[in-house]
């Protein structure tokens, strides 16, 4: 079973960076594929970004790409998520997801950690 705890979350000023943290336990045949997903207050959830553990392929919604980073370190089983140029929208609670397979739908959720970015 694939466990996700996501750390880093806290409350910030436009402009200010913030790193989120995903420590992932498990079967890594189970998690090939992590992904970044936020909801913002009032809005369905979205995928931020996505990075594979093997090759390192990444992909990032259009609203992050330049400002985020998503990378993985592997001795750790760890992700992460270097937020930069924070901006009032980017307010959210972020999640972790795993997938075994390439594409589809995620199969495993970490419980969230908030991020609120001030004026």
């Known amino acids: 079973q694939v466990q996700l705890a996501e750390s880093g979350g806290g409350l910030v000023q436009a402009g200010d960076s913030l790193r989120l943290a995903c420590a992932a336990s498990?079967?890594?045949?189970?998690?090939?594929?992590m992904g970044w997903f936020r909801r913002a207050p009032g809005k369905e959830r979205e995928l931020v970004a996505t990075i594979r553990w093997s090759g390192g392929v990444t992909y990032y919604v259009d609203s992050v790409k330049g400002r985020f980073t998503v990378s993985r370190d592997s001795a750790a089983n760890t992700v992460y998520l270097q937020m930069n140029n924070l901006k009032l929208e980017d307010t959210a609670v972020y999640y972790c997801?795993?997938?075994?397979?390439?594409?589809?739908?995620?199969?495993?959720w970490g419980q969230g950690t908030q991020v609120t970015v001030s004026s």
């Open positions: 498990g079967p890594s045949v189970s998690r090939s594929v």
């Open positions: 997801a795993a997938r075994r397979l390439t594409y589809g739908p995620f199969d495993y």
